[in-house]
């Protein structure tokens, strides 16, 4: 596992210019409170959940970097060297979740931000093999996927924001809004004791306008 070094805290989320909904090239951008209140709600459902029905860390284009390497990738403060089939050498990132620097890609974990779990009792057991495979490698949505530490990856597991949040108090701005882009791209639907957290939240946060993107 690389060193592990706490970064100064800072403001994750900035405040939007304007809290209306605006269309964009790349599709609507809606207030995040907005598009909590328009989340479905429905009881989870997890009958006849299996992990191996998201077929992840797949190299879509065929470059020779999975999913996994691509996202480590793209985060990095600090970038890795690239070397045969795609291994990572060096390199630092930014684990957001408790504030921290990671050197090195061993200690990491890339987080799908809805759990595979989550997505499979909110309105994910009713798409194909080839929908969730696209789901748990979306590189498309840049909030659907994050480089944290492994322990904390772990630590969350497939629970959603009315069980966990990030240790560090500082991020959970960030994390509400990731997660209510990924569930609101996928039209995903929320439990009551979930929406009531983000209600909570939302409140509490800038009502920055997010873009979920079209499935």
């Known amino acids: 596992m690389g060193a592990l070094l706490f970064a100064p805290a800072t403001n994750a989320v900035a405040v939007a210019p304007t809290t209306a909904t605006v269309a964009t090239e790349t599709g609507t951008r809606i207030p995040l409170r907005d598009a909590i209140a328009g989340l479905r709600v429905a009881d989870e459902n997890r009958a006849g959940y299996d992990r191996d029905a998201f077929r992840h860390w797949v190299d879509a284009d065929k470059d020779g970097c999975s999913t996994r390497a ?52 909110s309105g994910a057991s009713a798409w194909t093999a080839i ?40 991020a959970r701005c960030t994390y509400l809004t990731d997660w209510v882009t990924v569930k609101t791209k996928y039209d995903l639907t929320v439990d009551a004791t979930e929406l009531a957290t983000l209600d909570r939240l939302g409140a509490q946060c800038p009502n920055v306008p997010i873009s979920p993107g079209t499935r």
């Open 131 to 170: 929908q969730r495979e696209q789901y748990a490698n979306d590189l498309d949505q840049p909030r659907a996927l994050v480089a944290v530490t492994a322990k904390y990856n772990r630590s969350k597991a497939d629970q959603d924001p009315g069980t966990w949040l990030p240790p560090y108090e500082g």
């Open 70 to 121: 691509e996202v480590l990738i793209e985060e990095a403060v600090t970038p890795p060297e690239i070397g045969a089939k795609c291994v990572l050498t060096g390199g630092r990132w930014y684990s957001y979740y408790e504030d921290a620097y990671v050197d090195g890609a061993s200690g990491l974990d890339i987080d799908h931000m809805v759990p595979l779990a989550e997505a499979w009792d």
